[in-house]
């Protein structure tokens, strides 16, 4: 069985920073790509950051030189450092890893998600 942990969320003032981490344990046996989506109230949910193995990153335009995703291949754990946070940034992100498993090829796993809240 696969998992996705996250940790991190919560509440932060208007530009203020939070870290999310996002580790995935179980029966692995590569991890090509892991990801931050993120669905705000009434929106739909919508990818903000991506890495591949590799450590190439890939950003929507909304996150761009304000978020940092990171991962570390020895803990398959995905980080995502947010800065000038806004109160558009208010939503339930999720992580996501596109990995093989020992009984899967390549499928997408998902975290169950964490609420951040960007309010003075």
């Known amino acids: 069985q696969v998992q996705l942990v996250e940790s991190g969320g919560g509440l932060v003032q208007p530009g203020g920073s939070m870290r999310l981490s996002c580790a995935a344990s179980?029966?692995?046996?590569?991890?090509?790509?892991m990801g931050w989506y993120r669905r705000a109230p009434g929106k739909q949910r919508e990818l903000i950051a991506a890495?591949?193995?590799?450590?190439?990153?890939n950003y929507a335009d909304s996150v761009k030189g304000r978020f940092t995703i990171s991962r570390d291949n020895t803990k398959n754990t995905v980080y995502l450092e947010m800065n000038s946070l806004k109160p558009e940034d208010t939503a339930v992100y999720y992580c996501?890893?596109?990995?093989?498993?020992?009984?899967?090829?390549?499928?997408?796993?998902w975290g169950q998600g964490t609420q951040v809240t960007v309010s003075s």
């Open positions: 179980g029966s692995i046996l590569s991890i090509y790509a």
């Open positions: 996501n890893a596109h990995m093989a498993t020992i009984t899967t090829m390549m499928d997408d796993y």
């Open positions: 890495i591949t193995i590799n450590g190439t990153t």
